[in-house]
């Protein structure tokens, strides 16, 4: 997980806009910092995004994918109407989405990358977030913090695999 992390934090120091800032939701963390949860067979990572008083999240995981698992939007997004399916030189697999949340003006986006060597790799942010008293999503930001083409710079990082 150490190295996981290290990868994630030296992305985010590439890939995060100079205006915005992520913070670790994990108490006694000041960075996101990957766990893994063995009931998924996934590390995850996730993090408060600001900009001023706009908010988003961001959540990172890593993933085995099986070697016949099918790469397309249908299966990994369920929402093939908002996603966009790009063959890489490399012989890895991105997708691309940007959905409504189901609150107005408000989209998740969404990048996954499924690597040559079975990693799948997810990032996603919304300018969303809970209320006060944790019930129904609400608007965070006018637009997400983050953009489909930076979250797929970041799944996209060397490193971010599970068989380095």
């Known amino acids: 997980m150490d190295r996981l992390t290290g990868v994630l934090r030296g992305a985010l120091r590439d890939v995060m806009p100079p205006d915005v800032t992520v913070r670790a939701v994990l108490p006694g963390c000041t960075d996101p910092r990957f766990q893994y949860q063995p009931s998924y067979r996934r590390y995850v990572a996730s993090g408060r995004l600001a900009r001023g008083a706009e908010e988003g999240f961001l959540t990172v995981d890593l993933r085995p994918t099986a070697a016949d698992a099918a790469a397309d939007c249908a299966t990994l997004t369920g929402d093939s109407k908002h996603c966009t399916r790009t063959e ?72 971010l695999t599970l068989y380095p």
């Open 88 to 159: 890489l030189a490399d012989g890895g697999v991105l997708l691309t989405s940007a959905v409504p949340y189901g609150v107005e003006s408000v989209a998740q986006l969404s990048a996954i990358l499924v690597r040559p060597d079975g990693t799948m790799v997810r990032a996603i942010t919304a300018n969303a977030g809970t209320g006060p008293d944790g019930g129904a999503p609400r608007r965070t930001a006018e637009q997400p913090l983050l953009t489909t083409a930076q979250l797929a710079a970041l799944a996209r990082t060397a490193g």
